[in-house]
C-alpha cells in the first residue's frame, strides 16, 4: 500500500485548498464556509515521482460537544491511519483553542508532522507563520494553498519523510 498523509486542522485553514495544490486539480471541495468535506477523503498523489496517498479530514457538523471534540476526533482517527501528517494553522487567525487540542494529540504520536502555517500568500504574512513556533510543534512551514507558495519545498520534505 502507498504511504499515507493525512491533513488535519480546524474547519477554514485551508485543508482542501491545500489537498488540490498538492493534487494539481481541484479535486477537493473548497469552500467559504466551514464543513463541506466529507469525512477522510482519500486522493491518490505523487511527488518528485514518488506516489502517496493524501487523506482531506473534514466534515464535522459542531454538535452538542463542540467543534472542538468534533475536530479532535477526526484528527486522532486520521493520526491513527497515516504515515504522516500535515498540521495545518491559519497563520492570519494564528494558533485557536481548537488547535491547541490537536496539538495534544499530535505530540502523543511518534510519527512525523508538519506544522503547516496557511494563507501565507506573500512575504508580508511570513511573521504570522513565525508566531506558529509557540504550539510547540518545530519549525512552522509557510505556504499559500491558494497560490502555492512554499508548496515545493514542504512537499520535498514531506516525501523524504515517508
Ligand atoms: P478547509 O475547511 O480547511 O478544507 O478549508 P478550505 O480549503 O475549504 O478553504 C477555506 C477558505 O480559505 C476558502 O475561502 C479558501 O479560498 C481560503 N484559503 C485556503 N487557502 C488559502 C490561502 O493560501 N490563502 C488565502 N488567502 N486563502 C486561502
Ligand atoms: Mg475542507
Not at 476526533?73 to 497563520?91: G, K, R, T
Not at 494563507?119 to 511570513?126: I, P, R, Y
Not at 511573521?127 to 519545498?153: F, K, N, Q, T, Y
Request: with cysteine; proline share 6%; glycine share 8%.
Amino acid at each position: 500500500a502507498l504511504p499515507v498523509v493525512a491533513i488535519v486542522g480546524r474547519p477554514n485553514v485551508g485543508k482542501s485548498a491545500l489537498v488540490n495544490r498538492i493534487l494539481g486539480r481541484r479535486e477537493a471541495v473548497v469552500e467559504d464556509v466551514p464543513g463541506v468535506t466529507r469525512d477522510r477523503v482519500s486522493y491518490p498523489a505523487e511527488w518528485a515521482g514518488k506516489r502517496f496517498t493524501v487523506v482531506d479530514t473534514g466534515g464535522w457538523e459542531p454538535d452538542a460537544r463542540g467543534i472542538d471534540a468534533a475536530v479532535a476526533q477526526q484528527a486522532e482517527v486520521a493520526i491513527e491511519l497515516c504515515d504522516a501528517v500535515m498540521f495545518v494553522v491559519d497563520s492570519r487567525v494564528g494558533p485557536t483553542a481548537t488547535d491547541e487540542h490537536v496539538v495534544g494529540l499530535l505530540r502523543r504520536t511518534q510519527k512525523p508532522v508538519f506544522l503547516v502555517a496557511n494563507k501565507v500568500d506573500d512575504a508580508v504574512q511570513e511573521p504570522e507563520a513565525a508566531a506558529l513556533w509557540s504550539l510547540g510543534l518545530g519549525e512552522p512551514r509557510p505556504v499559500s494553498a491558494l497560490h502555492g507558495r512554499g508548496v515545493a519545498d514542504l512537499l520535498d520534505e514531506i516525501i523524504a519523510a515517508l
